[in-house]
T-cell receptor
Framework: AQSVTQLGSHVSVSEGALVLLRCNYS??????LFWYVQYPNQGLQLLLK??????LVKGINGFEAEFKKSETSFHLTKPSAHMSDAAEYFCAVTTSGTYKYIFGTGTRLKVLA | DTGVSQDPRHKITKRGQNVTFRCDPISEHNRLYWYRQTLGQGPEFLTY????????KSRLLSDRFSAERPKGSFSTLEIQRTEQGDSAMYLC??????????????FGQGTRLTVV
């Protein structure tokens, strides 16, 4: 079975500061990993995905994430936060042999002016 | 194609009433998922279709919940005799899957259900 753990349910950063949202996964087979963003009363929008190609994955809106197998991590980063980045972020895992996407509990990002 | 669409976006119903939600997936996607999301939580898996076949239903779902995907196109999720605990955002997603790979899941905007 797969699972993800997101450390920190709330993260606050100043505008222009580095954004780091943490995700650790558990999977007995090679995982596919995803980061989604959700704005209030909206669905989930895909930011980026890791599907066993390059370990450093670039996504939309300047976000990127690095797959580290030794640390079972897939942390999301952005060099400089914008006010528009304030939202909830979810890490998710699936595998090629399954169909469920298992989500973490989310991290709410607040960007301070 | 404009993505996954869900209807309605919001639904307020009285306890005990039945409600039905519709999801139209991306047209070439063969997999369709229903998830439920409560405040402050991540989406929880409810059920999954491969084409028209419902292959799994979560133990989270009581017998009051039923989903269909006739002809492998749109899907409906019905909740009978709604309870206040059913209040949540219901998310539909679709993906294209083959033996070798899964694409990412694309989500709709969700249906916000409030049971009063």
């Amino acid at each position: 079975a797969q699972s993800v753990t997101q450390l920190g349910s709330h993260v606050s950063v100043s505008e222009g500061a580095l954004v780091l949202l943490r995700c650790n996964y558990s999977s007995s087979v090679p995982p596919y990993l995803f980061w989604y963003v959700q704005y209030p009363n909206q669905g989930l929008q895909l930011l980026l995905k890791y599907t066993s190609a390059a370990t450093l994955v670039k996504g939309i809106n300047g976000f990127e994430a690095e797959f580290k197998k030794s640390e079972t991590s897939f942390h999301l980063t952005k060099p400089s936060a914008h006010m528009s980045d304030a939202a909830e972020y979810f890490c998710a895992v699936t595998t090629s042999g399954t169909y469920k996407y298992i989500f973490g509990t989310g991290t709410r990002l607040k960007v301070l002016a | 194609d404009t993505g996954v669409s869900q209807d309605p976006r919001h639904k307020i119903t009285k306890r005990g009433q039945n409600v039905t939600f519709r999801c139209d997936p991306i047209s070439e996607h063969n997999r369709l998922y229903w998830y439920r999301q409560t405040l402050g939580q991540g989406p929880e898996f409810l059920t999954y279709f491969q084409n028209e076949a419902q292959l799994e239903k979560s133990r989270l779902l009581s017998d009051r919940f039923s989903a269909e995907r006739p002809k492998g196109s749109f899907s409906t999720l019905e909740i009978q005799r709604t309870e206040q605990g059913d209040s949540a955002m219901y998310l539909c997603a679709s993906s294209l899957a083959s033996l070798r790979r899964n694409t990412e899941a694309f989500f709709g905007q969700g249906t916000r259900l409030t049971v009063v």
